[in-house]
């Protein structure tokens, strides 16, 4: 049971009545967790645009970013994050081989070295709160500066949604079950 109360748009102000229909718009509805941040629609508005960049509109390459989305929930270890954008990293060419050392912590040992430095990237910024000076050297020269920033923007997003997701104990949507199940020794 979630720690707060499913939102209904028609209880909501006529601001937190936009700020729901600006979420349910690009998403096609709004799913329990974005229910739940609307506890606070300025707040959720607000997060839910950075979303949009993050979701939409960053031009980063497809496969970076789903390295960036499964590598931050994985991180953080956001089932919600991690299930909903399976297929979706599938469709931007991730094998399941790739998938599957994410999700079992095996990564980036193993991954083709342009995936290897994403995974790494994220991996020391989610641990250890800084990339060191290689690491990000080995991703600015692969993918530029300005994609290391749409990357930070993706991994934070994501990150972020997964903790909020958790602190309030949302579920997954009927139907959605967790495809994050493996539990390190």
Same mark, same amino acid.
């Given at each position: 049971?979630?720690?707060?109360?499913?939102?209904?748009?028609?209880?909501?102000?006529?601001?937190?009545?936009?700020?729901?229909d600006q979420i349910a718009g690009p998403r096609g509805g709004v799913a329990h967790n974005w229910a739940a941040l609307l506890n606070n629609p300025v707040a959720a508005g607000k997060l839910a645009q950075l979303g949009v960049y993050a979701r939409v509109e960053t031009p980063l390459d497809k496969r970076v970013k789903y390295l960036a989305i499964l590598s931050a929930a994985r991180e953080a270890g956001g089932h919600h994050i991690w299930t909903a954008n399976q297929r979706s990293a599938k469709a931007? +060419? %991730?094998?399941?081989?790739?998938?599957?050392?994410?999700?079992?912590?095996?990564?980036?040992? +193993? %991954?083709d070295p342009s995936d290897a430095n994403v995974v790494q990237f994220?991996?020391?910024?989610?641990r250890h709160h800084r990339v060191s000076d290689h690491t990000f050297d080995t991703l600015r020269d692969q993918i530029g500066i300005p994609a290391i920033i749409d990357m930070l923007v993706v991994c934070?997003?994501?990150?972020?949604?997964?903790h909020c997701i958790q602190a309030l104990d949302v579920v997954q949507e009927p139907g959605l079950d967790s495809a994050l199940t493996y539990l390190p020794p």
């Amino acid at each position: 049971m979630p720690r707060v109360p499913f939102v209904e748009r028609e209880n909501l102000t006529p601001g937190g009545q936009d700020a729901w229909d600006q979420i349910a718009g690009p998403r096609g509805g709004v799913a329990h967790n974005w229910a739940a941040l609307l506890n606070n629609p300025v707040a959720a508005g607000k997060l839910a645009q950075l979303g949009v960049y993050a979701r939409v509109e960053t031009p980063l390459d497809k496969r970076v970013k789903y390295l960036a989305i499964l590598s931050a929930a994985r991180e953080a270890g956001g089932h919600h994050i991690w299930t909903a954008n399976q297929r979706s990293a599938k469709a931007a +060419g %991730l094998s399941d081989e790739v998938i599957d050392a994410i999700l079992e912590f095996r990564a980036p040992v +193993g %991954l083709d070295p342009s995936d290897a430095n994403v995974v790494q990237f994220v991996q020391e910024l989610l641990r250890h709160h800084r990339v060191s000076d290689h690491t990000f050297d080995t991703l600015r020269d692969q993918i530029g500066i300005p994609a290391i920033i749409d990357m930070l923007v993706v991994c934070t997003y994501y990150y972020a949604m997964s903790h909020c997701i958790q602190a309030l104990d949302v579920v997954q949507e009927p139907g959605l079950d967790s495809a994050l199940t493996y539990l390190p020794p």
